[in-house]
């Protein structure tokens, strides 16, 4: 084990993969000899060539497009599309053809794509570049979702995106890119479609998703003092979805809490209270909870960012008025 940030254990994953596998290739706008604007290929160029970090224009549909014929033909291609929100205009590309292609060849092409970036709310980065829209790419079928919320697991499951054969999206939450934590020497693999049980617990379940795992956890530190044990559950992946932990988490504390900084409409924990209800509706205690950021844009303002995502105050809130139903 070493403490690493979690942009460092990401690029330790692709940079193993990438010695391992040539037919890995990335693209993306300034991921060549700057090394991207998160860091993320910072060195490679140096030890790839431009054949394999490909420096783009500012042509989303274009290298997605291009990146799904490469794929088709045998090579892993990497999409590094820095902010979720700039990769909405290949949206055609991606729906269509990127996430349908296995499907309509009934098998015979693959889709080993892998397309990464960051998401979420933090920095004044305004509406467009604070977008997560990670519920839009679990309802089409044909890609998996990852969102690492740890440096350990951004490494793990990086490296099972750049070994599967379906197409991946994998975010990265701004936020955590700079947060330390203990990462395995050596090559290894987190499974997609198993979820984490952080921290143990009997009275409440936290379902929290990516940056919200490290709050609830510094949340439930802090109610243990006075006797409130929560457990918190990180799915890691959303497509596929680990409803197993979840159920049985559930059968355990009888209450739920899911915690996204997404929109609520329609988003992941929708789904998740969706299959609890289906499934172990005898087992609560009471009513799902669910707490979101707010349906509005992404503001440029510090204080009013700040206002649209659930703060501490607001969670232990929401626990509290859940245990005492």
């Known amino acids: 084990m070493r403490e690493m940030t979690f942009s460092q254990a990401t690029h330790e994953a692709l940079s193993d993969a990438m010695a391992e596998d040539p037919t890995i290739f990335v693209v993306g706008e300034g991921i060549g000899p700057r090394g991207g604007n998160f860091n993320t290929t910072v060195g490679l160029y140096e030890k790839y060539g431009p054949m394999r970090l490909c420096d783009t224009p500012i042509c989303e549909r274009g290298f997605i497009g291009l990146c799904t014929g490469a794929a088709m033909t045998g090579a892993r291609p990497v999409v590094d599309f820095m902010f979720i929100d700039f990769i909405l205009d290949g949206m055609g590309e991606l729906i269509n053809q990127t996430a349908k292609m296995q499907y309509m060849s009934s098998g015979r092409l693959r889709m080993p794509m892998l397309l990464r970036g960051c998401i979420g709310i933090g920095n004044s980065a305004a509406t467009h570049h604070s977008g997560s829209y990670y519920s839009i790419f679990t309802h089409i079928p044909g890609f998996r979702v990852a969102l690492p919320s740890n440096p350990a697991d951004a490494k793990g499951l990086l490296a099972s995106a750049l070994k599967t054969d379906d197409p991946v999206i994998f975010l990265e939450h701004k936020i955590l890119l700079s947060q330390k934590g203990l990462v395995p020497e050596g090559r290894y693999e987190t499974p997609f479609g198993q979820a984490s049980v952080v921290r143990e617990g009997t009275d409440l379940t936290v379902v929290a998703l990516t940056v919200m795992v490290k709050r609830a956890l510094d949340i439930a530190g802090q109610l243990a003092s006075e006797g409130i044990s929560a457990e918190i559950i990180d799915p890691r992946t959303v497509a596929p979805l680990d409803m197993d932990t979840i159920l049985a988490s559930v059968n355990k504390t009888g209450r739920v809490l899911i915690l ?66």
């Not at 996204?260 to 929708?270: K, L, Q, R, Y």
């Not at 969706?274 to 303002?301: C, K, M, W």
């Open 260 to 325: 996204d900084e997404t929109f609520m409409p329609c988003g992941i924990g929708a789904e998740i209270a969706a299959q609890v209800v289906d499934r172990a509706f005898d087992d609560l205690d009471a009513p799902i909870r669910r707490l979101n950021g707010e349906h509005v844009p992404t503001p440029y303002s510090p204080s009013l960012e700040r206002a649209i995502v659930p703060d501490n105050d607001r969670i232990v809130r929401e626990i509290r008025a859940l245990l005492a139903e």
